[in-house]
């Protein structure tokens, strides 16, 4: 829809407009190159950029109007309709929201941060509250799902405009809820500002893209950050909080509706949901579960305790958002596996290759703790790091490597702007390094196909070799080139060739 500018210009904090407020609005950019007509230009300052250095491209594309930050004291084109903010960072999601109808407000809203667990504990909730509660939208780092069309994720949590567009095409499309990943970097940017959430599940806290943020308490912050959007219009959201993760003991949850779960069988916290048992196997899990005094019990065909976790957490969520426990039992059950998630694939000899996306030295080591609790054979592990980031995780995975792994193929994962070979040697720096290294060895692959074959070739019957790092992605990033790459896709391959088979 359409809106005049004078009744977006309230929704900015200390919005003082210059110019004609019954001028209408029908879209908003923070991008110079998508102005035009009708369409709002944010000059937000960004990492890479400072949108107020656009203001003269915008208008000169066509743009309605501009929304600078009063701070702003250099040139702003001639005649250009102006709103000055304190902040513009929040501005596109705002409008944006306001331009689709709020459609936030007709979803029941869930929404997941942490460091690891937040794709699958995503998927877990969109099947559940789509089984109780109707169809259920889906926005995360494998894909977004409006109800009618799936589509890759180009970026975990979308900025504003796509955000609420997403939001708006999920209730035309007949979705009653949506379900949702939103990153540290999304909550820090205010993509998805005004957003009512009715459920904010906080998984854990690790160590990650400490490029981007100062320090891991900045991190923390960030995460954190879900909070602001619990206090909704309709009724006070909940959150819903790890209380077996050390690192989010000390969170202050100020006068939030909080519901705590633990996962971890014999940990003395306080929770209102908590693990008393689990049955791990290959063939899937088994929980016993106190919910408030109350017992209950769910089967999955999910496995590895992280997942254990991840079932407690979507659990946690639907009792937070009034669905009776033993339906949201009975849905969990149902939830296939997740894509690119501890991914399992049968090699003809008997051993199993595992795709997953761990890509901290958190979640590398729990996915090999989880394999190493469901195998009795070796553990063979693929991995690398990506280039452009957190260099500081490369010695902390090859630590993990080192310590949990019986032998090791280092090689590319997504190099980016960094030459491949120097990344695998500084990782490999990091391995050898460890001196208690349970390993019997480890060798450089900087091809990651050729290392993946590698390893599928060594592995011998009752062997997990675990390939981590991309996960669902079929890409790789090398330069400024996007090639096409899929783990699981390899492993498939690998696998027909042995057998004869006709690839999948």
Not at 400 to 411: E, M, Y
Not at 470 to 487: A, M, S, T
């Amino acid at each position: 829809m359409a809106l005049p500018l004078g009744q977006l210009v309230p929704l900015l904090t200390g919005g003082v407009l210059t110019g004609d407020p019954s001028l209408l609005v029908a879209g908003v950019t923070s991008d110079s190159r998508a102005a035009g007509p009708g369409v709002l230009f944010v000059a937000v300052r960004g990492t890479a950029a400072d949108g107020h250095e656009y203001l003269a491209a915008a208008v000169a594309a066509g743009a309605a109007a501009l929304v600078i930050e009063s701070s702003f004291t250099g040139e702003v084109p001639r005649g250009a309709t102006v709103v000055r903010c304190a902040e513009t960072r929040p501005v596109p999601a705002l409008v944006a929201r306001a331009l689709h109808g709020e459609p936030d407000r007709q979803l029941w809203t869930a929404a997941v941060t942490g460091t690891n667990g937040k794709t699958t504990t995503a998927f877990l909730l969109q099947s559940m509250l789509g089984r109780l509660h109707g169809p259920c939208g889906l926005l995360g780092t494998i894909r977004y799902d409006d109800g009618r069309t799936r589509e890759p994720a180009p970026l975990t949590t979308p900025a504003g405009p796509v955000f609420y567009g997403y939001l708006d095409r999920m209730t035309a499309n007949g979705c009653r809820s949506v379900a949702m990943e939103l990153s540290s970097h999304a909550l820090v940017q205010q993509r998805t500002a005004g957003l009512e959430l009715d459920v904010a599940v906080m998984t854990n806290l690790g160590r990650d893209h400490l490029d981007y943020h100062a320090d891991l308490a900045d991190y923390l912050a960030a995460k954190a950050g879900i909070m602001d959007y619990l206090q909704t219009g309709r009724q006070p959201g909940t959150l819903v909080l790890n209380a077996g993760d050390e690192a989010l003991n000390g969170l202050a949850t100020g006068d939030h509706q909080v519901l705590r779960f633990c996962a971890r069988p014999g940990l003395e916290v306080e929770a209102d949901l908590k693990v008393a048992e689990a049955e791990l196997a290959l063939t899937g899990t088994r929980l016993q579960l106190l919910w408030r005094g109350a017992e209950l019990s769910l089967a999955s065909p999910l496995v590895g305790r992280f997942n254990v976790e991840n079932l407690t957490a979507a659990l946690a969520a639907g009792l937070a958002l009034g669905l009776a426990p033993d339906d949201c039992t009975d849905a969990l059950t149902k939830v296939a596996q997740v894509p690119g998630r501890l991914e399992r694939f049968a090699l003809p000899n008997g051993a199993i290759a595992v795709v997953d996306y761990a890509h901290t030295h958190d979640a590398l080591a729990a996915v090999l703790t989880a394999c190493d609790e469901l195998g009795s054979g070796r553990l063979l592990l693929v991995f690398g790091c990506g280039g452009d980031r957190d260099r500081g995780k490369r010695p902390l995975m090859a630590g993990v490597a080192a310590l949990q792994s019986d032998r090791v193929w280092i090689t590319s994962d997504n190099p980016r702007g960094e030459d491949p070979a120097a990344i695998c040697a500084e990782i490999a720096d990091g391995y050898e390094a460890v001196t208690a290294a349970r390993a019997a060895g480890h060798e450089v692959v900087v091809d990651r196909a050729a290392a993946i074959a590698a390893a599928l070739t060594a592995a011998r019957p009752g062997d997990i070799v675990v390939i981590a790092g991309k996960g669902h992605e079929d890409y790789q990033l090398v330069g400024d080139q996007v090639l096409p790459l899929d783990d699981r896709q390899l492993v498939r391959d690998w696998v027909a060739a042995q057998t004869g088979a006709e690839p999948t």
